[in-house]
């Protein structure tokens, strides 16, 4: 029963698979830089003004629901205590919707308390959330491109414009090398830092 392995099964990935410890660690501290990443994205956004542009940033910030959502249920995976109290205290929040809360806290239990059926729910959607994200952030984009990206000057000059390619491409090129480097620096040197 994945319940009663799934706390075993996180140690023997970090001791006895090889290099195991920092798979672990990529996966764990990527999710932290990620949304570090995100929330710099979400403050540019709020000091630019681009939440004038209504469905750009509410496609933002379903995106941003949808990752604490992937977050939470890896949080829950390892089913320590912590992730265990977690889930029962977290999952009984929908206790709080009117006439169908308790009966969707029973579905998404899979019974009447947080048991095997609960953790097996939560890793299938913990695997499949991802590529529904994938597909959110290409609807941003695409909304990103079909509405324009705010222009904190509020000019629309065409003689003002710089390209994408070569220069922004350049500079973004290196922020992600620089970005990945402190990644893979903390991942080796301090896998506990987040």
Not at 11 to 33: E, Q, T
Not at 161 to 184: A, R, W
Request: aromatic share 22%; with cysteine.
């Amino acid at each position: 029963e994945a319940s009663t392995n799934s706390f075993w099964s996180v140690i023997l990935i970090d001791f006895d698979v090889n290099s195991g410890w920092l798979i672990r660690s990529f996966h764990a501290n990527g999710a932290s830089f990620f949304f570090i990443l995100v929330y710099v994205h979400i403050w540019r956004g709020l000091w630019f003004g681009c939440f004038t542009q209504k469905y750009v940033w509410f496609s933002g910030i379903s995106i941003l629901f949808l990752m604490m959502a992937a977050a939470f249920m890896g949080y829950v995976l390892p089913w320590g205590q912590m992730s265990f109290w977690g889930a029962t205290v977290i999952t009984n929040l929908l206790s709080a919707i009117p006439i169908v809360g308790g009966d969707l806290v029973i579905w998404v239990w899979g019974g009447f308390s947080v048991s095997h059926p609960t953790l097996e729910r939560l890793f299938t959607l913990h695997f499949l959330l991802p590529f529904i994200l994938l597909g959110f952030v290409m609807a941003h984009i695409i909304l990103l491109h079909q509405h324009g990206s705010s222009n904190p000057l509020g000019l629309e000059l065409d003689s003002d414009k710089v390209y994408f390619y070569p220069y922004f491409y350049l500079k973004d090129i290196l922020g992600v090398f620089v970005c990945l480097f402190l990644f893979v620096l903390v991942c080796i040197y301090s896998p506990d830092f987040f």
